[in-house]
């Protein structure tokens, strides 16, 4: 129950990430994820605590136990994040923790995600690769994403350590839209046009 009210001022946090009454899916991104940091033990009588990066994948139709959250996290299709690593700096010290596969939810974090509250962490950077790249949205629509490759780069926002609530939202891209078979015999057309005006041009001056 405790580690359920922790994670509240996360979840919060995501709509205030956006403008409410608004999307933040834009018809190039939607989002998928998020990465936090958060409180996860209190300072004791010596004035030491402990806070926690969190990574939640919310993906998945909400009615079949799935973490999407319309219309900000719209996928319903579950998807797992495919050998994920966050690549931290923690007191000027690069490290690199393997996070392995994260299905749709929330990675309950373990030692490699616990950090002293004193710890300055000065950069972050998530990467994993999508188990899928066709996505069923809320409205009943397809996406599909440019990549299978994801990532979120996260700076602080006082630009020295992360502070407790600090939160980056992972987005994937929209493949560009091939062209349709009318478009494309317009362009054939026009390439053809041009080639045989140069070669009556070449032709007329012989």
Same mark, same amino acid.
Request: net charge negative.
């Given at each position: ?19 409410? %009454? ?42 079949? %136990? ?7 996290? @719209? ?28 299905? @749709? ?8 995600? #616990? ?20 996505? #069923? ?17 996260? #700076? ?22 091939? @062209? ?9 057309? %026009? ?16």
């Amino acid at each position: 129950m405790q580690r359920v009210l922790r994670l509240v001022p996360s979840l919060l946090l995501l709509w205030a990430l956006v403008p409410v %009454g608004a999307s933040s899916v834009s018809a190039d991104t939607i989002n998928v994820g998020i990465v936090s940091l958060d409180p996860f033990i209190s300072p004791n009588d010596d004035g030491i605590g402990l806070i926690a990066l969190d990574v939640f994948n919310l993906t998945g139709d909400p009615a079949s %136990g799935g973490f999407a959250l319309d219309p900000d996290f @719209p996928s319903h299709t579950p998807v797992t994040f495919l050998a994920a690593t966050l690549t931290l700096v923690v007191d000027g010290n690069s490290k690199v923790i393997d996070l392995g596969d994260l299905a @749709p939810g929330l990675r309950d974090p373990a030692l490699d995600l #616990l950090f002293p509250d004193a710890a300055l962490i000065s950069s972050l950077a998530f990467s994993a690769t999508l188990s899928t790249t066709s996505f #069923l949205l809320g409205d009943a629509s397809t996406f599909v994403a440019a990549s299978a490759a994801i990532s979120l780069s996260m #700076l602080p926002a006082n630009g020295v350590a992360f502070t407790p609530g600090e939160a980056g939202v992972i987005q994937v891209e929209r493949a560009s839209e091939a @062209p349709e078979p009318f478009a494309l015999l317009l362009v054939a057309m %026009g390439l053809g046009a041009s080639a045989a005006q140069r070669y009556t041009k070449r032709k007329n001056r012989f």
